[in-house]
């Protein structure tokens, strides 16, 4: 826990001056927008519920066959196989309308 007499050294040497004029209720004002502010850049490091275990691996695979085939993912065949292998992990209806459309 930071001691209260170093957060309002920090604060007095570093931020008074911007904020001295703020009293009131354009201070709560200000206080929740950088709070807003924070909790924004902290959901950046969040981690993403809704990324799931079967795209992490397909992910994963798709860039080990990549590596493999030592040739650039635009080329035609092995972006084919790709999607392939990636509908095959993450759903089976995908693979089927895939394999419909390949």
């Given amino acids: 826990m ?21 009293q009131g209720q354009p201070r709560r004002e200000k206080v929740k927008e950088l709070i807003a ?4 850049q902290q959901s950046v490091f969040a981690s993403r519920p809704d990324i799931s275990a079967a795209d992490v691996m397909s ?4 860039a080990d066959d990549i590596a493999l ?19 095959q992990i993450v759903s089976s209806e995908k693979l089927k309308f895939l394999l419909i459309l390949a």
């Fill in 37 to 40: 502010g924070l909790k924004k």
């Fill in 59 to 62: 992910s994963y695979l798709i």
């Fill in 2 to 22: 930071v001691k209260k007499y170093n957060t309002r050294h920090h604060y007095e040497t570093h931020h008074a001056e911007r904020y001295r004029g703020l």
């Fill in 69 to 87: 085939a030592s040739k650039p993912y635009c080329e035609g065949e092995i972006v084919k196989t790709c999607i392939l292998k990636a509908a």
